[in-house]
Each structure stands twice: as C-alpha cells, then as structure tokens.
C-alpha cells in the first residue's frame, strides 16, 4: 500500500507505465511467487493475533468495555514521577498513523481522525494527562524508518527519533503503536521492469523481517520492558478492484493471499518483541469472498463481502479525483482504532 502525498492513480501493487494486461500478468506472477515464499495461499486463514477470538463485526466504541477498564497494560509503562506533568502515547508508522485521507481534488492531507487520534481521545478517559505524539511518515518502509531518507527529522530517521524520545521519556511513556511494512513492496513494482518483479518481491520477506526485527529491538531497549507496544497488520486495498473485472478480480484474489502471507511474518515479529497485534486484517474481513471462496466469488455475479468492506471502510472504491485511493476513511480508521482498543485492553 502506498503511502504517498497524493493520490495513487495505480493500484499499489502493480507497476506504473504498464497496459492493463501486462499489469496483469507481471501482478500475478509476482504475487504467487511472492504468497509461496510467504506461505499462504489464496485461501490463506487470517493471520493470528493476540485476541483469535475476537469477532471485529460485533460492537462499536461503547461496547469495547468502559474508559479505564483493562488498561493495566498502558500504567505498566509509566513508573517515573506519579503527580503532575504529562504522559505520553508514541504513534509511529506510515501515513495511516497520521490519518491521511484524501481531499475532494484528490490530494491526500493528513488528519485529526486517524486511528491514533481516535485510540488517544478514548485512552484519555482514564488518563487525562495523556499526550498524542505523531511521527509517522507518510510512504515510510521498515527501511527508510530505519535509515531516513523521506521525511525529515532532527534525529535522521524515524527510528533514531522515536528512540531519542522513549529515553528522554523514560517512565512517561504510556503506549507505543506502529503500523509499517504495508509500502516495503511498493519499490519492487513502482516503475519496475517486470522481469525484476518477482525475484524482488522474493527478497522481501526476509528484508522485512530483518527489518523490522531492527525497529522493534531498538524501540525495546528504548522503552523499557513494561511500556506496551502494540502493531498492527493491514486491510487489502486492491480488494476494491474487484469491480473493474476480470483482471481485478484476479490481483484482489492473489493479492490477499500475499497479504495473508506478509501479514503472519508481521505478526511473528511482533509477538517476538513481547508486542501485541491489531489484527485489522481480520477486522476487515480480508479473506471472506462468501461461501464460495475465492473461486466461488469469482464467477458469482455477488460482489463479496470483503469487497463490500473494502469500499465502505477505504477510498478505493470512490470516484475520481478522490479515488481510488487505498487510505482508510472515517469509519476504516474508527474499525481500525476498535482493533487497537481490542489488542490492548484484553
């Protein structure tokens, strides 16, 4: 998923300049290469979280239990002075940590309805002195958040920064939340050479891990032990190709399968680092294309329900110069910060 600062007028996963058919066969190629290495398949199960059970479907804000309850996890964190001064929620990522939606003149702008600032305001029921720091970037991979190179900071990179800020807040850090890794791909496929694609793509996965095994140690060793870190795993936005026809019916279907893949490798990492996981994949029902599955809902004149959830959770499905456009809207951030809520209250 791209996250640049404008709107995408080619779906993230395909690579720009090509006709319609060689997107095709370049895509799928690539991406059933890429959902073996990854091991997963088109009909690949959700990837796991910290909370399986969890139906995403059921309850909204008021029923995900009441401001302060379960939040043990969040005072773990905070062990320096108890009176007075703030404390402090660390949001980190690419540009869904900074709710970027896109204009009416398709321009995508960051906002204050992202997920984060969602999980904040209700974090703030129980802790009144919390504080929401952003340092997201938009278009940042586990690489640049490690070595810089997109956005500016004082520190270089990302990751160097949001060190610099756990130690000089040791014991005043409430919450960290990272979503990363959805644009790692976008380098193989942007402007490639199709014969590059897949051996590419291949590299990906263990880059990722390495990665982001790379971000989450320092951001241990920052924190501390106690404070809880909280990641996430992706929707499918080229799900809402679907409706374009036979070519988007099949990069939705392998493109699931590989985010099914990429997914679970996230989900591993994290939970090596003692970090829990929004399974937002999950809570946007990625892999339900209806009883029929994948096959199934490919001949079935039926658009499937995680194309459904797709177009009504995201701008993919909207019309120019808005969309398409693979960013969350206000009722995709809301589920999303509902599936961060989930991770840390259990």
Known sequence: M???????????????GLAPAGVARAAIAALVTTAVLAGCAASASNPPSSHPHADPRRAGWQREGVPGAGLAAVRRGLTGPAAGGPVYYLSLGDSLSRGIQPTATGQNIPTQRGYADQLAARLRAAIPRLRL????????????????????????SQLAQAVSFLRA?????????????????????????????????ASKVPQL???????????????????LIVGMTYYVP??????????????????DAFAAGANRVLVHRYHRYGARVANVFAAF??????AGGPAGAS?????????TK?????????????????????????????????????
């Open 133 to 156: 720091v952003k340092l997201g970037c938009s278009g940042e991979t586990t690489w640049t958040m490690i070595n810089g190179g997109i956005c500016g900071y004082p520190a270089r």
């Open 285 to 290: 029902r990625s892999t339900d294309f209806g």
């Open 299 to 307: 001949r079935s004149r039926r658009t499937p329900p995680n194309v």
């Open 169 to 201: 807040h040791r014991g005043r850090t409430a919450l960290i939340t990272i979503d990363i890794g959805g644009n790692d791909p976008n380098s193989c496929v942007i402007g490639a050479r199709p014969d590059t694609i897949v051996g590419c793509l």
């Open 238 to 255: 080229e799900l809402g190709l679907w409706r374009s026809g036979r070519t988007g019916r099949q990069i939705g279907m392998l493109t």
């Open 2 to 16: 791209r996250r640049s600062d404008r709107t995408a007028r080619v779906p993230a996963c395909l690579p720009g």
């Open 310 to 346: 797709i177009c009504s959770l995201t701008w993919m499905c909207a019309a120019p110069p808005r969309g398409p456009n693979e960013h969350a809207n206000d009722a995709g951030y809301q589920l999303i910060a509902r599936a961060f809520w989930r991770a840390i209250t259990s």
């Open 209 to 227: 891990e390495r990665n982001l095994s790379t971000i989450l140690r320092g951001l241990r060793a920052a924190a501390g032990r106690r404070v």
